[in-house]
């Protein structure tokens, strides 16, 4: 379990969705009981109460259909704040809840339960699995599902590898502010992978990911300065943004 945690980092640690602000909430009308149910709950977990949030949640996830509370469950249950009778139903849970909040449009939900199928946590492994939520956790505007499926159509990982298709979800992923898929789309007109090669665009999402401090968009930029390509020929720029780079951990960079 503490490797799942550490593999969903700070998504799960992020996420707790109120029926006032969430993505969702549009989609469903919910019933004074079911929004004062999921309110009490989220009082309790913000008041550090995980126990009493959890059985708030799920009432509201089993028997009142509330996706958002499926979805607290799910992060809940993920972190580890709260456990079942084992460590494996424990995961078990948080992938069903999660599975749950994804089957009711909360893309987050879609996110969490694709990691559970790609790490093999409460459920067998499953990679086509994982492909399938991520891109659901990206139709739902989730960058990061955007650039897990990118990543997994770049290699080939439950999914025919098709690099085009890759670059279209990192395009996706950076207009998210996934500052790495800024990098990676940079890379691909750098390259002429799954795009025609063109320079000038390849500089403008490198010149993108660095400013979002991607030391490796930095190093990208770098590169191109030093040839021209994309951009004039500077090398005093060139160097500004390896250093750039080095002081953002790109340490094999740094003199």
């Given at each position: ?20 602000g ?57 972190l ?24 009711g ?9 694709g ?50 298709t ?12 996934e ?38 968009g ?28 080095c002081a ?8």
């Amino acid at each position: 379990m503490t490797s799942f945690i550490a593999n969903i980092g700070v998504v799960a640690a992020l996420v707790v969705a109120g029926l006032g602000g969430s993505a969702h909430a549009y989609l469903q009308d919910y019933t004074d009981e079911q929004i004062a149910n999921h309110s009490r709950a989220l009082q309790f977990q913000r008041a550090g109460n995980d126990e009493l949030a959890a059985s708030l949640y799920t009432v509201g996830c089993y028997d009142h259909g509330v996706v958002e509370s499926c979805l607290n469950l799910g992060i809940l249950y993920d972190l580890g704040r709260i456990s079942a009778s084992s460590s494996a139903r424990t995961a078990e849970l948080a992938n069903e809840t999660l599975q749950m909040a994804c089957d009711g449009g909360m893309a987050a939900g879609c996110l969490l339960a694709g990691i559970h199928y790609a790490t093999g946590d409460g459920v067998a492994q499953n990679y086509a699995t994982a492909a399938s939520l991520y891109r659901r956790a990206c139709d739902g505007d989730d960058a990061a599902g955007c650039l897990r499926a990118g990543r997994y159509y770049a290699v080939g990982r439950g999914v025919a590898q098709n690099y085009a298709t890759a670059v279209n979800f990192f395009r996706r992923a950076c207009e998210g502010d996934e500052a790495q898929a800024c990098t990676l789309v940079g890379n691909a007109y750098e390259r002429g992978e799954g795009v025609a090669q063109n320079y000038t665009t390849a500089a403008y999402y490198l010149r993108r990911a660095c400013r979002s401090d991607d030391g490796a968009g930095c190093v990208g930029l770098s590169l191109l300065y030093y040839d021209g390509n994309g951009v004039p020929q500077n090398p005093n720029e060139a160097r500004r943004l390896l250093q750039r780079a080095c002081a953002l951990g790109r340490t094999a960079v740094c003199e």
